[in-house]
């Protein structure tokens, strides 16, 4: 079966950069895209980008370019979604998703909380 | 790109329906036919429900169904369990390679 494994809570200070893995298995990772979501605190859901494991290929929404790098590994088949020059409005749970393949986030991981706080 | 506009909050009692709404615009929503329906318990992560408009993944039940027009979507939740208190987010490719989802709605079973 699908599963999307991510790592621990982090704790950040502001200014800082983290980096959140997404390991995946049940499915060949280089066949769909993976998407990622964050989820400020009482809040919705905002996309951030999604991540071609064959090629390496990305797309960042406007919000997040220039601070958000997405890559992966295909040698363990774990995707990273880093975020640089943290703020405190970027403490919030970030998901990353399966694609189905047809821009449809089908599988979802338990996701990660990231705190950024002085 | 703007998020869809969904209802802060819809109730319903046991054994009702509910219909929850996703309204976009002519270049996402009413453009392709790529909506999808996440539902999310507190502290989860989100569970896709419908997509396509009107299609279920294997295991959802057939309580729930999509519908879209023009450029509004909607989840239907029949027979209402107290099980399917929880917030629901549509979502919708909105060309550019990129996907934008609603803000979110609160169900409550009274």
């Known amino acids: 079966q699908v599963q999307l494994v991510q790592s621990g809570a982090e704790v950040k200070k502001p200014g800082a950069s983290v980096k959140v893995s997404c390991k995946a298995s049940?499915?060949?990772?280089?066949?769909?895209?993976m998407h990622w979501v964050r989820q400020a605190p009482g809040q919705g859901l905002e996309y951030m980008g999604w991540?071609?494991?064959?090629?390496?290929?990305?797309n960042y929404v406007q919000n997040f370019q220039g601070r958000v790098t997405l890559s992966g590994d295909t040698s363990i088949a774990t995707a990273y979604m880093e975020l640089s020059s943290l703020r405190s409005d970027d403490t919030a749970v970030y998901y990353c998703?399966?694609?189905?393949?047809?821009?449809?986030?089908?599988?979802w991981g338990q996701g990660t909380l990231v705190t950024v706080s002085s | 790109q703007s998020a869809l506009t969904q209802p802060a909050s819809v109730s319903g009692s046991p054994g009702q329906s509910i219909t929850i709404s996703c309204t976009g615009t002519?270049?996402?929503?009413?453009?392709?036919?790529?909506v999808s329906w996440y539902q999310q318990h507190p502290g989860k992560a989100p569970k896709l429900m419908s997509y396509e408009g009107s299609k279920r993944p294997s295991g959802v039940s057939n309580r729930f169904s999509g519908s879209k027009s023009g450029n509004t979507a909607s989840l239907t939740i029949s027979g209402l369990q107290a099980e399917d208190e929880a917030d629901y987010y549509c979502c919708s490719y909105a060309g550019s390679s990129t996907l934008v989802f609603g803000r979110g709605t609160k169900l409550t079973v009274l």
């Open positions: 002519s270049s996402d929503v009413g453009y392709y036919n790529l």
């Open positions: 991540i071609n494991p064959k090629n390496g290929g990305t």
């Open positions: 998703a399966k694609d189905q393949g047809q821009w449809l986030p089908d599988y």
């Open positions: 049940g499915y060949t990772f280089t066949d769909y895209y």
